[in-house]
Every structure is written in structure tokens, then in C-alpha cells.
């Protein structure tokens, strides 16, 4: 089946310090990717879509100049926090779909991020 | 705007009943899918079953069966013979079909006991 590598799994730094995320599908070709945050016991939240080679397309409420993503390529996608402080933390996941109305999104095992 | 309601929080089954989580979401669209993810604590996100709008039959994965409604704009998932293995959070997730983003629940948090 599809593969999603997400890495780093846990990051802990200071508060100030940028942290970057990576998300990669290994064995197919992820035209759109997906960036979710998800709160302690409550549910996956849509932070932003990106294409292959376009900027992404963030939802309301979610800061682009605080959650930087690039989709440089068929198969990376990278979040980065920038100046991170304690309210970043969270539990980051990317998903990856490929070309076509029918295909599922595959998940990446996520990303704990700490901020202290 | 599509939302996904999950009404029960939390469920529990004893190991090799039979229990059914509850989904209800609101579309004006008449061609879409519905998803079933299983979150264990390991906190992956693992595809359990998916639904086509269009087909009228009910998705089947094993012991994995749905129940989709869909004048009802209702899923709901029931989890045959339980496995301890089964206790996870499971979330009821839409999607459009000319969208890749996907909305999901808030979630169910089910337990089997031994």
C-alpha cells in the first residue's frame, strides 16, 4: 500500500527556534498534500492544502506566516513553525493523496512538537 | 460547509460482541465519500473503511461493515466479533468528490473489554 514517512516523529526545542517537518510519500506520487493539527484527545483540524508546485492554500484562522509549507516536489512536502513558542505545541500529521477525485488520503505517523 | 458529527464520545464492547459508532454529516453535495479512520495510540491514522455516495450497497472490510443512509446523511460503523486490538479513537471523516481535503469528526474513543 501507499506510504507516508513523516519525520521527525518527536522534536523538542526552545521557544524562538524554527522548527521544520517533513512529510514524504514514498512509493507513489502525492499531486496534493495535507497538513492537520490535532489537540490532545479532539480531532484532526485542516491547517492547509498544498499542490505540487503551488503555494498552498491555508484555512481561516491558521497563521501562513507562522506555518510555512512548501511542496517542492511530487514526493515532499515540509511544514515549518516558525519562531515557535508553547501554543505550538501539538501533534502535527500530514496526509498525502494522489491525482484523481478517487484516491485516498495516506497519513504520515505524525509529529509530536514540544515547545519549551 | 460540510461538518461531520460524531454524537458519542466514548463507547465500549465486550471482546467478540458487536458495537456501532454513529456518524451523521451535513452536504448539499449528491457525490461524495465517507471514511472510517481508526486511531490506536500510537496515534497513526489507519484507513478502516470508505464509502462511495453513488453505490447504494453497503462497504464491507471483514468484520468492518457500514451502514450509509444516505437520505439520512447518516454512516455508521459496526464492528463485528471485537478484538481487543479494535480499541482505538475512530473518526467519521467526507469528503467532496472534486476535493481532496477531507473533514473529519470529533471523534469516537471506544473500548473493548476482556
Known amino acids: 500500500g501507499a506510504v507516508v514517512s513523516q519525520h521527525p516523529s518527536w522534536v523538542i526545542c526552545k521557544s524562538g527556534t524554527s522548527v521544520k517537518i517533513e512529510c514524504r510519500s514514498l512509493?507513489?506520487?502525492?499531486?496534493?498534500m495535507f497538513w492537520y493539527r490535532q489537540f490532545p484527545k479532539q480531532s484532526l483540524m485542516l491547517m492547509a492544502t498544498s499542490n505540487e508546485g503551488s503555494k498552498a492554500t491555508y484555512e481561516q484562522g491558521v497563521e501562513k506566516d507562522k506555518f510555512l509549507i512548501n511542496h517542492a516536489s511530487l514526493t515532499l512536502s515540509t511544514l515549518t513553525v516558525t519562531s515557535a513558542h508553547p501554543e505550538d505545541s501539538s501533534f502535527y500529521i500530514c496526509?498525502?493523496?494522489?491525482?484523481?477525485?478517487?484516491?485516498?488520503?495516506?497519513f504520515g505517523d505524525g509529529t509530536r512538537l514540544s515547545i519549551l | 460547509a460540510q461538518t461531520v458529527t460524531q454524537s458519542q464520545p466514548e463507547m465500549s464492547v465486550q471482546e467478540a460482541e458487536t458495537v456501532t459508532l454513529s456518524c451523521t454529516y451535513d452536504t448539499s453535495e449528491s457525490d461524495y465519500y465517507l471514511f472510517w479512520y481508526k486511531q490506536p495510540p500510537s496515534r497513526q491514522m489507519i484507513l478502516v473503511i470508505r464509502q462511495e455516495a453513488y453505490k447504494q450497497q453497503n462497504a464491507t472490510e471483514n468484520r468492518f461493515s457500514v451502514n450509509f443512509q444516505k437520505a439520512a446523511k447518516s454512516f455508521s460503523l459496526k464492528i463485528s466479533d471485537s478484538q481487543l486490538g479494535d480499541a482505538a479513537m475512530y473518526f467519521c471523516?467526507?469528503?467532496?468528490?472534486?476535493?481532496?481535503?477531507?473533514?473529519f469528526g470529533a471523534g469516537t474513543r471506544l473500548t473493548v473489554k476482556p
Open positions: 496526509s498525502a493523496s494522489g491525482q484523481g477525485g478517487n484516491q485516498p488520503q495516506h
Open positions: 471523516a467526507y469528503r467532496r468528490t472534486r476535493s481532496n481535503d477531507m473533514r
Open positions: 512509493d507513489f506520487q502525492a499531486t496534493t
